[in-house]
Structure formats: C-alpha cells, structure tokens
C-alpha cells in the first residue's frame, strides 16, 4: 500500500470515528420537555387569536404552561420558512422579524411539532426568548 492510500485510509477512519461518535451523542439525548393537556389546550389558543396582540398573549401563556407542567422554562426548538418559497430561514435573519406574517414557525414540543403562523413580531419575540 502507497503512502498516500495509508493516509487517505487513516482520514477515512478518523471521520468515520467522529460521525458515529457525534450520532452517539445526538441519539442519547432525549426530550425532557412534557406537553400536557392544559398546554394543548393553550396551543389551540395560540392558533384561535385573530389579532397581533391577543395572539402574543396567548404565546406568553402557552410558555408559562409549559413551563408551569415541566418545573422550569422551556423555550422550544423553532424551525421557520417563508411560506411562499418553502425556504428554510435563520431564526436570526432580520426578515423573519420584519415580516412574521409572511412565514411559518415549527415550534417543537415533547416530539410534537405545532405548526405556528405568527402575526406580528410581538409573538414571534417569546419563542425567541425577548
């Protein structure tokens, strides 16, 4: 065997060690967030308000159930996208703040994913931890 093949098979299992090593790591740790049914009961209040300002209340409520049922604060993992283009979008682009109503938020929960279509900023700022 070459000196090169000898390095490059080297690389390959250094690589391969590391991957499976951080697959252990993403696999071993588990949700401890609960959803209980007061919090699914203040989710479907999340997706009933009609206006930015209930609608950010209702937010602010879901969290504090949430945390009330768990025994600390949770902040939930969030995925948004633009709803037009179905583009991922960074949770720290300044569009997703300056046009909430133009993108949908996966809020994450106990293997739950609730699907979250903010109307103003104001709901967007607790997931967001403002």
């Known amino acids: 065997m ?3 093949a000898r390095i490059l098979l ?9 991957s499976i090593a951080a697959a252990g790591r993403t696999q071993t740790t588990p949700s401890t967030a609960i959803m209980t049914t007061t ?8 997706r009933q308000a009609q206006t930015p300002p ?5 937010v602010r409520g879901f969290l504090a159930v949430l945390a009330t049922g768990n ?14 283009s179905g ?3 960074s949770l720290d682009d300044p569009v997703l ?10 809020v994450a929960v106990a293997g739950q994913f609730l699907v979250f279509r903010p109307l103003s900023r104001a709901s967007l700022d607790p997931f967001l931890g403002r």
């Open 10 to 18: 080297a690389c390959l299992v250094a690589a391969g060690a590391s």
């Open 71 to 84: 025994g600390r604060r949770i902040i939930p993992a969030l995925d948004a996208r633009d709803i037009a």
């Open 2 to 4: 070459s000196y090169v």
């Open 54 to 58: 209930q609608q950010a209340a209702e």
């Open 87 to 89: 583009r991922a979008v």
């Open 39 to 46: 919090a699914q009961a203040a989710w479907a209040r999340v």
């Open 97 to 106: 703040v300056q046009r909430p109503q133009a993108h949908e938020v996966t």
